[in-house]
């Protein structure tokens, strides 16, 4: 209460969709479009530090919060508007032959963004001489471009009497990994990973599966490394200020190829 924090309000939002569906014999195709308009949305402030240690890092704030005998708070509080809108279709053929089983084509593709359209603000902290940033970089990228705008899947699959296989590729756009200092952004990168599986399905209910996801082995770009001049250098290294090789914002993970077998028993 000592920086401004009010008791929340509850988020309200306008969602627009229109969708259009055809279906002709074997085909089907669906197309969905969208726009979501959300009000007041809840958040978490950054961390705002009146003190760290014996260092006052920002007197107007420490000011605020020395009476309660506390160097930093933050809280949850209302403030972002956002709209979000994005569109996605999903086609598929399905294909029986005479002997050849039966395949399954589909094709399905998203597109996606988020806008911020209002900042928080709080009038406790809007008045000192050196207000605290309340929604930094970092936490607007989380919320409006931590997950890629396109993405694209196409698959096969097919089945004959108790076999089963499957192949799907999936392609990501790159994902921003923002840093509170924009010179040291980076991105995920465009990738697009394969994954293929084989199942059989035993007269006892049991069905035997295994396949390989990613098996091309992708991974997003690495973390780039800070040199002691504060410029990036990409390399192999495995770290970067103590943190991983990869970035969690990474779509598909960034644990490589990987291998499966299960066997699954229903009744």
Do not use: C
Not at 102 to 110: E, K, Q, V
């Amino acid at each position: 209460k000592a920086l401004g924090a009010a008791p929340l309000e509850a988020e309200t939002s306008k969602n627009l969709a229109l969708g259009f569906v055809f279906h002709s014999g074997p085909f089907e195709l669906t197309l969905d479009t969208y726009k979501i308009e959300i009000e007041d949305r809840i958040v978490l402030t950054e961390n705002l530090i009146g003190r760290s240690g014996t260092t006052i890092t920002n007197q107007g704030v420490f000011n605020l919060l020395s009476p309660y005998g506390v160097d930093a708070a933050r809280f949850f509080m209302n403030g972002v508007d956002t709209t979000t809108k994005g569109i996605d279709l999903v086609a598929r053929y399905r294909l029986p032959t005479a002997g050849f089983g039966t395949y399954d084509f589909s094709l399905a593709y998203n597109h996606g963004e988020t806008d911020i359209d209002r900042f928080p603000a709080i009038n406790t902290l809007s008045s000192l001489p050196s207000p605290p940033a309340l929604f930094a970089r970092v936490n607007q990228n989380l919320l409006s471009s931590s997950t890629p705008e396109d993405k694209l899947n196409a698959a096969i699959d097919w089945k004959l009497g108790k076999w089963s296989a499957g192949v799907s590729a999936v392609s990501y756009s790159s994902v921003l990994v923002a840093q509170s200092n924009a010179a040291f952004d980076f991105e995920t990168g465009d990738k697009t990973v394969v994954n293929v599986s084989g199942n059989y399905k035993f007269d006892n209910g049991v069905t035997w599966a295994v396949g390989i996801d990613n098996i091309g082995d992708v991974y997003p770009n690495q973390t780039p490394l800070t040199t002691l001049s504060g410029t990036l250098t990409p390399t192999a290294s495995t770290q970067y200020n103590g943190g991983a090789a990869f970035s969690a914002r990474s779509p598909f993970g960034f644990n490589g190829r990987y291998l499966y077998t299960r066997l699954t028993k229903s009744w």
